[in-house]
């Protein structure tokens, strides 16, 4: 499920249109359909895209930073620029009622602020490098934390192998215990893939419905409904969400 399809239903799940949602999050109608179509264009460059996210995932109920982490991966680590147009048009609007020349010092000022805003977003790890998608099976080297099928019957004392099994294309992460990430990315269709960690495996699913799941061996069927974003932590011993 893509990030405008997520965005789109979980405003109907909330019960909202599109005008109802921009009056709460103050974000122009045009700027949310074109959200819920993929389409950041309008956002005007990487800082109010995420900024977006968080407000809209706020209020139809998604977790933010799954949102803004799903949206960095989709980047690739590239940065839509800031638009500066905006910027200078507040510095005409401060001259005065008067045609007077533009300030050029107001407006210099106001575009090295947003400069320095969006250096420090990007500093904090707005846009880190994502971590690359493996398939299973397809013969590549196995990302760091991800276990070969074999470790499932292997697994003892306090290590913990989560298996998942894509009934359709949906995005997860996965951290072990210690909140290290062992994976983000997108499970495909009739994909398997498999990850182990000591003592506990965190995971977020974009869509519970999507996947189906083995901890330590054992089939736990289908974690939650379609398109729910759900939260669980599998640990060691009897496996199962906490």
């Not at 959200?35 to 933010?64: K, N, Q, T, W």
């Not at 519970?208 to 736990?220: I, Q, S, T």
Request: proline residues 3%; aromatic residues 4%.
């Amino acid at each position: 499920m893509s990030i405008g399809e997520a965005l789109a239903e979980a405003r109907e799940r909330a019960g909202m249109t599109v005008s109802q949602l921009s009056q709460r999050t103050r974000i122009r109608e045009t700027i949310i359909e074109a959200m819920e179509r993929d389409d950041f264009s309008l956002c005007g460059g990487d800082f109010y895209v995420r900024g977006h996210l968080r407000a809209i995932s706020r209020a139809v109920g998604l977790d933010p930073e799954v949102m803004v982490r799903q949206y960095d991966e989709l980047r690739g680590g590239s940065v839509m620029p800031v638009r500066a147009a905006s910027v200078f048009k507040a510095g005409r609007s401060l001259g005065g009622r008067g045609r007077k020349a533009p300030n050029w010092t107001m407006a210099l000022a106001i575009a090295l602020v947003v400069a320095a805003v969006f250096g420090i977003v990007r500093l904090i790890g707005g846009s880190g490098d994502p971590v690359r998608e493996t398939a299973a099976h397809s013969g590549r080297a196995p990302a760091a934390g991800r276990a070969s099928e074999h470790d499932a019957a292997k697994a003892k004392g306090d290590m913990v192998v989560l298996k998942v099994i894509g009934k359709r294309s949906s995005w997860i992460t996965v951290r072990d215990g210690a909140g290290r990430q062992l994976f983000q990315g997108t499970v495909a269709r009739g994909e398997t893939s498999t990850w182990k960690a000591r003592d506990q495996v965190k995971v977020v699913f974009g869509d519970a419905g999507a996947v189906r799941l083995e901890v330590n061996g054992k089939d736990l069927g289908t974690p939650g409904k379609k398109g729910e974003t759900l939260r669980r932590t599998y640990g060691a011993g009897v496996p199962g969400p906490r």
